[in-house]
């Protein structure tokens, strides 16, 4: 009896460190949503349906969060970018405890010069139109293919393989 119940537990623990990762099920479709500009103007993803969207969509409270990662993204613009992919950062302002007019200024003057277009979510609109789940406290990756398929998506501290599964998704749709 002792023996059935130790299976037990362990098939109970392997079933749960199995279970898929927050977020939808992947690929799916996701829609264009409209956000606002750093300066609060609303506007869609421009380029929705057009080009291949990588996104950052960060809470600034989980701004560190991947950082090295981050780095690295940044330092590889030129192997990563193409002419078919539109990166986006976004600012999750919902879900942070700093005023949203300073998050804003700042994430300005952090993402002037660099490729990405800058838009902000003051209401979870990005996360709750896509399925995403909760992204409090956390650093997310998307990756939208310009059929408006969301085929990667990762959120908090990300594993080797999660980093590996970003690069092989970005090259796919260079």
């Known amino acids: ?83 078919n992919i539109q990166a986006y950062a976004i600012i999750n302002l919902k879900d942070t405890i700093l005023p949203n007019g300073l998050v804003r200024s700042i994430a300005d003057r952090r993402t002037r010069g660099k490729p990405s277009v800058n838009l902000a979510d003051a209401n979870h609109l990005l996360r709750d139109t896509w399925g995403l789940g909760d992204c409090n406290g956390k650093f997310c990756l998307l990756f939208v293919t310009k059929e408006a398929e969301l085929v990667y998506f990762r959120a908090g501290e990300f594993t080797e393989q999660d980093k590996k599964d970003f690069y092989d998704t970005v090259e796919k749709y260079k």
């Not at 969060?65 to 002419?83: V, W």
């Open 1 to 83: 009896m002792r023996r059935f119940f130790v299976i037990l537990a362990a098939l109970s623990f392997s079933a749960a460190v199995a279970q898929p990762k927050q977020g939808p099920m992947l690929p799916v479709h996701v829609e264009n949503v409209t956000l606002t500009d750093l300066d609060k103007n609303p506007t869609s993803l421009a380029d929705y349906g057009k080009k291949h969207l990588m996104i950052f969509y960060v809470d600034p409270d989980a701004h560190r969060q991947n950082r090295e990662f981050q780095a690295k993204i940044e330092a590889q613009q030129q192997e990563l970018y193409s002419p």
